[in-house]
């Protein structure tokens, strides 16, 4: 591989590679606003401005300039060298490159910096993005001076919605045109443009649109600093009070790469968003996927019921043993679920095989939904092909298979996995069975139509595996612990186990010599 030297290293490049992408790769930040690993680069912050080293018996490009003399109180000249953007520059072996180690290339971004910061708000204090925000980051790390500006800063329009998900403030924007790429080259919407020029510039709407794309979350996550907010997150938390860990999004077969962010004192879910993953979802999600987290606390089946009230989860357990237990196996159906992970459908594939010794096997899940070329997925569950797998070379019964069967008395009592199957007849077949025994974890036709519901957590409440479209399987963590009284469903199967195991005793029991 050919190699260039960074600030006295040597690192390693592809053909093709800008200076900025072959230091990410190699770890190493070179600063940039307006550059991301997944657009063009327009090069229009220039932040990223680094030093070439002429090589040996050439002499370097070099600009006439005026500097600021203290002590004399007036600009002299002097030449420096022209800087060149990292984000543009393409590599070639054998060379130089001075980020860090230039004095003119600290000079250019500490003055990128001032500009930058000129007309901005001080606003951090209100400001959701504080915490994660560039400017502060590189204020810290680049400029550090006090602002010398005494005048008024330019107004401009603040709290502007750009449509049901984001809501824009034109004075905190340092016009990176980040979000206008995303809207052009991710979601192929092209609905945000500039207008005016200097400091007037700002973020403007096409003419009678809304951003409503379905990538429209994409233009907050991209956006630097917090001139583009997401209505879902706005003051909602403070960052730095926030612990993420790696998931996988439950929202379709795709199966992108996540961080779901929460507070580890109130148990809450406050926050979807992407973690790369070049092979699955490059760095984005789609809204729909970023705003599922909501379902971890929204509608949730937090109480165990029997003839639909109330009781404790041992009754629960007892009657779901007493009525899924028996002779007429044959008739019990048990419906796996997509939705959960590979270890919550072995458990109950497990058990319907095993103990219970269910006549008939089948896979529930979301119906299909909306699909495009671009991340999301028909198949609106993350587990398919997870599930598929468990039967090895054979397959469960087809679900269209359900109905008739109900209709003929083949299928009397059913135990079902997860809170949604994919039609309403199917819900409604469900409903006429003489026993249903539903581990859910959201309100819905299917646990209002049960006889039994033992209540399970979610994705969020318990590590799993998920399979996605393309065949990969992928870890998911666990955020919080699981919302009482439900537990993680391969849990809830074992206590379901043991639940039938005691009722068999009984009924050898009470059989007697
Ligand atoms: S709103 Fe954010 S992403 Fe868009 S141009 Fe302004 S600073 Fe950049
Ligand atoms: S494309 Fe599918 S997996 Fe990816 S974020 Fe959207 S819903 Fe989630
Ligand atoms: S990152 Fe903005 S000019 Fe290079």
């Not at 290293?9 to 690993?37: K, M, N, S, V």
């Not at 318990?462 to 699981?482: C, D, H, Y």
Request: proline letters at 7%; glycine letters at 8%; aromatic letters at 6%.
């Amino acid at each position: 591989m050919p190699t260039f030297v960074l600030d006295g290293h040597e690192l390693e490049f592809e053909p093709g590679d800008t200076i900025i992408q072959a230091a990410h790769r190699a770890g190493i930040d070179i600063p940039h606003y307006c550059w991301h690993p997944g657009l063009s680069a327009p090069a229009n912050c220039r932040m990223c401005l680094v030093e070439l080293v002429p090589p040996a018996g050439r002499s370097p490009l070099l600009l006439d300039v005026l500097r600021w003399d203290p002590d004399r109180q007036q600009y002299v000249p002097e030449k420096k060298p022209k800087l060149v953007p990292a984000c543009q520059q393409p590599l070639a072996p054998g060379m130089e490159v001075r980020s860090q180690s230039s004095e003119h290339v600290r000079r250019a971004r500490a003055a990128v910096q001032e500009l930058l910061l000129v007309n901005h708000p001080v606003d951090c204090p209100i400001c959701d993005q504080a915490g994660e925000c560039r400017l502060q980051d590189y204020w810290l790390e680049y400029q550090g001076t006090l602002k010398r500006m005494r005048d008024e800063i330019v107004h401009k329009p603040k709290a502007v919605p750009f449509g049901p998900t984001i809501v824009y403030d034109a004075e905190r924007c340092i016009v990176c045109t980040r979000c206008i790429r995303v809207s052009d080259e991710l979601a192929k919407d092209p609905i945000l443009s500039l207008r005016e020029r200097g400091n007037l510039t700002e973020v403007v709407l096409s003419p009678d649109r809304r951003l409503d794309h379905p990538y429209s979350l994409m233009t907050e996550y991209v956006c630097p600093v917090g001139a583009l907010t997401a209505v879902d997150f706005r003051f909602k938390a403070r960052v730095w009070f926030l612990r993420s860990v790696r998931t996988i999004c439950p929202g379709c077969a795709t199966g992108c790469n996540a961080f779901l962010d929460y507070d580890p004192r109130t148990q809450r879910v406050f926050r979807h968003r992407p973690r790369q993953n070049l092979r699955v979802n490059r760095y984005w999600m789609c809204d729909e996927g970023m705003l599922s987290y909501r379902r971890v606390h929204s509608g949730r089946v937090l109480e165990a019921r029997v003839g639909g009230k109330a009781t404790t989860l041992d009754r629960a357990l007892g009657a779901a043993a007493a009525r899924l237990g028996g002779s007429d196996q044959a008739r019990l159906a048990v419906i796996l679920s997509p939705q959960h992970s590979n270890e919550d459908n072995q458990a109950l594939f497990a058990l319907a095989r095993g103990a219970l010794g269910a006549g008939q096997l089948f896979m529930g899940g979301r119906g299909p939904g909306e699909g495009d070329e671009i991340l999301r997925h028909t198949d609106k569950n993350p587990n398919t092909a997870g599930v598929m797998g468990l039967f090895g070379d054979g397959h469960p019964e087809p679900i269209t298979g359900f109905v008739p069967a109900v209709d003929a008395r083949r299928i009397t009592r059913a135990l079902v996995l997860g809170s949604e199957v994919p039609n309403l007849e199917l819900a409604a077949a469900l409903g006429q069975l003489e026993t249903l025994v539903v581990l859910g974890t959201h309100q819905g036709s299917l646990v209002e139509r049960a006889s039994v519901v033992l209540p399970v957590s979610t994705w969020a409440e318990s590590e799993g595996t998920f399979v996605n479209a393309q065949g990969l399987a992928q870890k998911s963590e666990r955020a919080i612990r699981p919302i009482e009284p439900s537990l993680p469903a391969r849990q809830m199967v074992d206590a379901l186990r043991g639940a039938l195991d005691h009722a068999t005793t009984a009924r050898s029991a009470g059989a007697g010599p």
